[in-house]
């Protein structure tokens, strides 16, 4: 059954406040001040059936006064939650329902369902499979988009849950970006990380001893050794950087300026990028778009491969001034590109 969050639920949070109230009035009397009070009109038949409801579904517990027959709760601290008949809360369960289909199939899409439905005392039909969206135009105005997510094996996601709750140390084998060829890793499993469309692993690297980042669907030959860990305090990727541009971060951290100019330079002033974030405008070369003139944008973070990528989408709209790393990154990809011939 799906959950009804119109009519019956403001007819449902008007009653409860009506019983909480303590007035213990008559069936009547309360179907009265639901129209005079809360501008709800509603039937003999309807109010009876809302009651059996609330107690069934909600186990509200409602009872009959024998001398005034008036409604009261025998637990006077019960109150019906809100999650169910505020309107503005069916809202956000929508939005929420939307957000998790973005991370559907995995253990933790899972695990925050049945959070979502542990919020409910409605025998679970709050769980988001049961939420329906109607096909009203409405319902359309917000929406999430994003990378198609990858796939993930099943059984590689109940590995690294295993490992995740259990503090245990896996093998896999995988090939970076830098390396040819597979090679095994060691690894204590600290953080799961969705980032533009992928699953990635936040943990340390045993061999090397230093944290990295593993893209799930790369790992193969995952294993889960018997190797107990003690998770970290500083394990927590948001604590090493900003996370500005993904998941992609490295110990050093560099001092950042790029020039910016005609949307690029429109869309970076209202984000933040990194530490010590400074836009001031580029008076020397303010670009040929006089809507949105140069700006020259300064930070500083820890995310050198993401930003030379970064930097580079932005084509002519972005050009590198510090550090070296980046400009001559830059410099390099623009040879490349000036030696390609199209016919």
């Not at 669907?217 to 998770?231: A, D």
């Not at 300064?298 to 590198?320: K, M």
């Amino acid at each position: 059954m799906a959950v009804d969050f119109t009519e019956k639920s403001k007819r449902f949070q008007a009653i409860d406040e009506i019983i909480a109230s303590g007035k213990k009035l008559k069936w009547d009397k309360m179907v009265a001040e639901l129209e005079s009070t809360y501008g709800i009109k509603t039937s003999k038949t309807t109010f009876f059936r809302d009651i059996a409801e609330l107690q069934e579904k909600y186990n509200a517990p409602i009872d009959v006064d024998f001398e005034t027959s008036g409604y009261f709760y025998t637990d006077e601290k019960y109150r019906l939650p809100r999650f169910y008949t505020d309107e503005n809360a069916a809202k956000a369960a929508k939005l929420i329902k939307t957000l998790m289909d973005m991370v559907k199939n995995n253990p933790l899409y899972k695990e925050a369902q049945e959070v979502f439905e542990s919020l409910s005392i409605e025998n679970h039909d709050l769980s988001t499979d049961r939420i329906r969206i109607s096909k009203k135009s409405e319902n359309d105005r917000i929406i999430f988009v994003g990378a198609p997510n990858y796939k993930v094996a099943a059984e590689t996601w109940r590995l690294i849950e295993k490992a995740l709750h259990e503090n245990r140390v896996i093998t896999f084998d995988y090939q970076s970006t830098t390396t040819q060829g597979l090679f095994q890793r060691r690894v204590q499993p600290w953080q799961l990380i969705f980032d533009n469309g992928n699953w990635n692993l936040h943990g340390l690297d045993i061999i090397k001893n230093d944290s990295r980042r593993y893209t799930l669907g790369e790992m193969q030959n995952l294993q889960l050794t018997n190797e107990i860990f003690t998770l970290p305090k500083n394990y927590d990727f948001r604590k090493m950087t900003r996370g500005s541009f993904g998941c992609m971060c490295h110990k050093d951290y560099l001092d950042f300026k790029i020039h910016l100019h005609g949307y690029a330079a429109r869309y970076a002033k209202n984000r933040i990028w990194g530490e010590n974030q400074k836009i001031l405008p580029d008076e020397k070369n303010p670009g040929p778009d006089a809507k949105n003139p140069g700006i020259i944008l300064s930070f500083r973070s820890n995310q050198l491969y993401s930003i030379r990528h970064w930097t580079w989408q932005w084509a002519d709209e972005a050009i590198p001034l510090a550090p070296k790393e980046l400009v001559e990154d830059w410099l390099k990809k623009r040879e490349s590109v000036n030696k390609i011939q199209i016919d």
